[in-house]
């Protein structure tokens, strides 16, 4: 199988990581204006009080709200097939529960993909990427209560709608496995994902349990209600999955670093073979955590079954030994792996793992995939020359869409579309800093917040140019 004509080759983003804009145009709070700046080694804050200077990165951000047209004239001169953006809730319903949705916030996002399909870029949006409105935290309990199900799907409603006939590949979900109740999720997953604080849980493990239970549904229910809407709908789910590998051959660490990859696919199981897996709720049981599955979910895992599976892929992790208390992924500073260099943030830069994930998930579900972020995140600096020469990003990229390639030449997979994270700066979600950087395109915003907001393009922007051109016949 050679790779498709129409391969989707472009970027990734997410809204409250890029458009700023934080109070404008009738926008509600959403859970990551709340956020302060942290770094690799001090975690992001929960700021309650809401102080505007220490919650610089989301309210900024590169400012993406005003200066998305001219943005989309750099990624169209590269060449890109396809943007996936997401669209901010708290945009269009300020609050979640609002009774009518926010014309403003709607008029912006059929801007954005009108101008994306003004240059032949195809628009894939996702409906949820850590955009929740804060008072659905506050009053309702967040994806811990079912009603939120509920508000998730009006506002999806709304933007099936809004968008009908101009978007085909929607994202029901970013990253929803992320939320883990075998693992201590640090307090920022839980925060970014849910917008609760994972220390203040009082039931840690069954809160955890019942949100991503709720997610699931969710995301099942979006499903069906898109082809609903629009039977030329594409509706997938992107997960962030890392290999996970073994800390040696002794079978019980392999069986050990099974279960800990298979943690990520339960949800995968559910939107794919129809029903919630009976593994995870015998697991559960076994744990005294109780998931509330009510009659009429049966139907909606049978119905809302994916049309295709979207993947994160940064790295891949070594589990931990049989016995430990549970896994941390290489992203959160888990064992390291002697056979693989990490980037600055300690995340391991493993392109065989790509190939490795793809395989994976490709037989086991036979649904179409498409990378929906893999990038290298890293401080950038100007030469003497005015450029930014950022061949570790090229080397990076490069080495991964050689996987990429054999995973759909050689393997067979059938991967329709490759995005990388960050194609433009933007704010780090798990740090939020500006100073880790994944772009094509640099921004001048610096940690401190200050910054003209230029955008200059490195080397790497007219190195994956020529890829795109050549259908990556030239790496
Ligand atoms: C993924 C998220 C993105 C993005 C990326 C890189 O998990 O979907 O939103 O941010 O990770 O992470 P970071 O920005 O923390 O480097």
């Not at 082809?227 to 999955?241: A, L, T």
């Not at 800390?247 to 696919?265: E, G, L």
């Not at 640099?442 to 490195?458: A, F, I, M, N, S």
């Amino acid at each position: 199988m050679k790779l498709k004509e129409n391969f989707l080759w472009g970027g990734s983003i997410a809204a409250h990581q890029c458009e700023g804009a934080w109070n404008e145009d009738g926008k509600g709070i959403g859970i990551m204006d709340l956020v302060t700046k942290g770094s690799y080694e001090t975690p992001r804050r929960i700021d309650k009080t809401f102080q505007q200077e220490t919650t610089y990165p989301s309210h900024e951000a590169i400012d993406f709200y005003h200066k998305y047209k001219e943005d989309i004239v750099l990624f169209a001169d590269m060449g890109f097939k396809a943007l996936r953006i997401s669209i901010d809730w708290s945009r269009i319903y300020p609050n979640g529960d609002d009774s009518e949705p926010n014309k403003l916030g709607i008029l912006f996002y059929q801007e954005l993909v009108d101008e994306l399909i003004k240059y032949g870029i195809e628009p894939i949006v996702t409906l949820y990427h850590f955009e929740m409105p804060i008072h659905l935290v506050k009053k309702y309990g967040s994806w811990a209560n079912r009603q939120t199900i509920d508000f998730y799907l009006t506002f999806c409603r709304t933007m099936f709608e809004a968008l009908k006939g101009k978007v085909k590949y929607w994202v029901t979900f970013n990253e929803m496995n992320h939320i883990d109740p075998q693992t201590e999720t640090s307090d920022i997953f839980t925060y970014i994902i849910a917008g609760l604080k994972f220390s203040e849980l009082e039931d840690r493990r069954q809160t955890l349990a019942t949100i991503g239970y709720n997610m699931t549904v969710a995301s099942c229910k979006a499903v069906t209600l898109g082809h609903e809407i629009d039977s030329n709908n594409q509706v997938g789910c992107v997960f962030g999955i890392e290999p996970v590998y073994p800390v040696d051959c002794n079978p019980v660490n392999v069986m050990n670093a099974f279960k800990q990859m298979d943690r990520d696919f339960y949800q995968i199981d559910a939107m794919c073979n129809g029903k919630f897996p009976e593994y995870k709720v015998a697991e559960y049981k076994d744990q005294g955590i109780k998931i509330e599955i009510m009659p009429e979910d049966k139907g909606s895992f049978a119905d809302g079954r994916l049309d295709f599976i979207g993947m994160n892929y940064y790295a891949s992790s070594v589990a931990e030994y049989e016995g430990a208390e549970e896994g941390r992924s290489a992203l959160f500073g888990g064992l390291q792996n002697p056979f693989l260099e990490t980037s600055k943030w300690g995340w391991t830069i493993d392109p065989t793992g790509l190939r490795y994930l793809l395989n994976y998930t490709y037989r086991k579900y036979g649904l179409p995939i498409i990378i929906t972020e893999n990038g290298l995140g890293a401080v950038d600096e100007f030469s003497e020359d005015g450029k930014i020469h950022d061949d570790y990003r090229i080397d990076y990229l490069q080495k991964h869409i050689e996987q990429l390639k054999i995973a759909i030449e050689v393997d067979q997979v059938d991967c329709f579309g490759y995005l990388t994270w960050g194609p433009i700066d933007l704010v780090s979600a798990t740090t939020g800093e500006m100073k880790k950087r994944y772009g094509f395109i640099y921004v001048d915003k610096q940690d401190d917040g200050t910054g003209t907001l230029e955008r200059t393009p490195k080397d790497s922007y007219h190195w994956f140019k020529k890829v795109i051109q050549s259908n990556a016949e030239n790496l």
